[in-house]
């Protein structure tokens, strides 16, 4: 069970504004912000790099943490910028040729299509987007027939940026597993949110971020690589943290997934990470994962009870995002209207999930994302605010 009391108490935000907006960027635990403003002063105090030095060990455990957090060993983690920048560092490590297949699903990201678009354009590489469901979900039946056609990489977002629908993460691995395809799995959404492990799910690679349900600071994100496929994968740029100069006119790649990193980082904020993880481990994923699922079930049941607001939420299993929209009122504007009193969303455009919405008909959604720190009374405020 959570605590919600207490997590309110170490939440300062909760003190300001109804935040239903954690897909975007959830509120901190104030010891988070300690942690990166503690650091910040230290370099402040003694120099940028003799801060480093001395915070080694909280650098460190950044690492172990996530490693935890998702069930592989620390020398799989490289922490990165963001998930995007995770993503396309995996991604763009791959040296697809003519006619190479990528399968991705309808509710793929945006930026990730972009990328794939952009890869594809460059190399003759071909881009297949798998067959939905009644759900909403990818057909596995579809995923498998294209599987034994063959293909370079299986590339799928875990929680879509513009649905309450989780895919079938697991499911996905066991095939790709089976046709011996490199699996890439976009956990933006989820990691924070519900457990999370890569031997389970069967990825060779997961992307995620600090800044959503980790409730970690801005501007840090993570990678894992599985040890069995690291060392296939050149990064599509090395510095000297990534690559060691060994000679005049060679260089040696480190063995780990920090290849994927670059020597200048946010030590501040990678520290923030580490707590980020260890704070949610502490209430534990479970249990996070059951009162973000009831909260938000809860809200869709308000939200059906409103005129003229749609829930557009799809899929067999579903998690803290809520999408809707108010009938005749552009979702920008709704948007608009909650915050003005006090409750904080956030629009899921039609460019951010062209694939998904357009097939469906639906124009940008309103989305509100709940977090185990949120109320029945805050669900409440937002649907009343609707009815108004």
Known sequence: MIDVERARRETPGCENVVHLNNAGAALPPAAVTDAVVGHLRLEERIGGYEAAEAAAAEVDHAYTAIARLIGCAPGEVAVVENATRGWDMAFYAYDLRPGD????????????VIALLQVARRTGAVIEVIETDAHGLPSLDHLAQELERGAALVAVTHVPTHSGLVNPAAEIGALARAAGVPYLLDACQSVGQMPIDVAAIG????AATGRKFLRGPRGTGFLYVSERLVQRLEPPFLDLHAATWTAPDAYEIRPDARRFETWETNYAGKIGLGVAVDYALGWGL???????????????????????????????????IVTFTVGGVPAADVRGRL???????????????????????????????????????????LAAVLRQ
Not at 101 to 112: C, F, G, H, K, P
Not at 354 to 378: M, W
């Open 101 to 112: 297949r990528v399968l991705t699903v309808r509710t793929e990201y945006a930026s990730n």
């Open 203 to 206: 990825c060779d690679m997961l």
């Open 286 to 320: 479970d249990a996070i994962e059951a009162r973000v699922t009831a909260l938000a079930e809860g809200l869709r049941d308000r939200l059906r009870e409103v005129p003229g607001v749609a829930v557009r939420d799809e899929g067999t299993r579903r998690c803290g």
């Open 339 to 381: 915050r003005a009193a006090g409750i904080n969303t956030s629009v899921s455009p039609m460019e951010y999930a062209r694939f998904d919405l357009a097939a469906r008909g639906l124009p940008d959604l309103v989305r509100a994302s709940v977090h185990y720190y949120n109320t029945e009374e805050e669900l409440d405020r």
